[in-house]
């Protein structure tokens, strides 16, 4: 099998998890991957986009004149939202002042909820997407709280796989590969783990993890952070 240890290791934790109910089902005697260790795998960070390239993205859905859009892959850069957070979200979770913003995540990961500050340049893009949605006053975003903030041309919420194919839509424009909602997240958590003035508790916070050891693995250095240490190896010429 030519695949990753990563891959390996998942498809190992599969084949347990489903012998391990055949068993308990009393449908097999024994469990033949209860002596099967899997695979050493290097801690590495996730992929993460570099300001440059994500910046890139960003100015491509600006470009295009489609606000919602616009104001979406925004507040992507710039919160980490997962995909399905992101497009929960209703307009009563939304709160944007003059000089601050926040957005609530009423059902993160584990039905957890948590508040996460918006910075500027993503509140300028969502208070122009509210303007045109005749939204601009907090009043008109109260009076339709219940609604969803992004909507499909049809009005109904955005879909995860909508908002995934809208990332992913704009990644091709700007020419950059591999791009999902998630590589925003990764991206951020990266920026913050690395950031000196920020803590881990203050990084986990902001993201929603419960854990501090799955914030910490963005301490480790990426697949692209080793490439291009390895460049630097050897006799300068």
Do not use: C
């Amino acid at each position: 099998l030519n695949a990753m240890p990563a891959t390996v290791n998942r498809k190992l934790a599969a084949l347990s998890t489903f012998f391990r109910w055949a068993g308990e089902a009393n449908l097999i005697t024994s469990d033949p991957t209860a002596d099967i260790a899997g695979m050493e795998q290097q801690d590495v960070a996730p992929k993460a986009l570099s300001e440059a390239t994500m910046n890139k993205i960003l100015r491509k859905a600006k470009e295009s004149g489609n606000l919602r859009d616009h104001a979406l892959l925004e507040l992507l850069a710039a919160t980490g939202l997962r995909a399905a957070e992101a497009a929960g979200l209703t307009l009563g979770d939304l709160l944007l002042g003059e000089r601050s913003g926040w957005v609530t995540v009423r059902f993160g990961k584990g039905r957890k909820r948590r508040r996460v500050p918006i910075h500027l340049r993503a509140r300028k893009a969502l208070s122009a997407y509210m303007e045109q949605e005749q939204l601009a006053e907090p009043a008109a975003r109260t009076a339709r709280a219940a609604e969803p903030l992004f909507r499909s041309r049809n009005g109904d919420p955005l879909t995860p796989y909508a908002l995934w194919y809208t990332v992913k839509k704009y990644a091709r424009l700007a020419e950059v590969e591999g791009v999902t909602p998630h590589t925003f997240r990764h991206s951020v958590a990266t920026h913050l783990v690395r950031d000196p003035q920020v803590d881990m508790v203050t990084a986990a916070t902001f993201l929603g993890h419960s854990r501090l050891d799955t914030t910490a693995r963005y301490s480790q250095p990426s697949e692209d952070d080793l490439a291009r240490a390895a460049e630097r190896v050897g006799i300068k010429s």
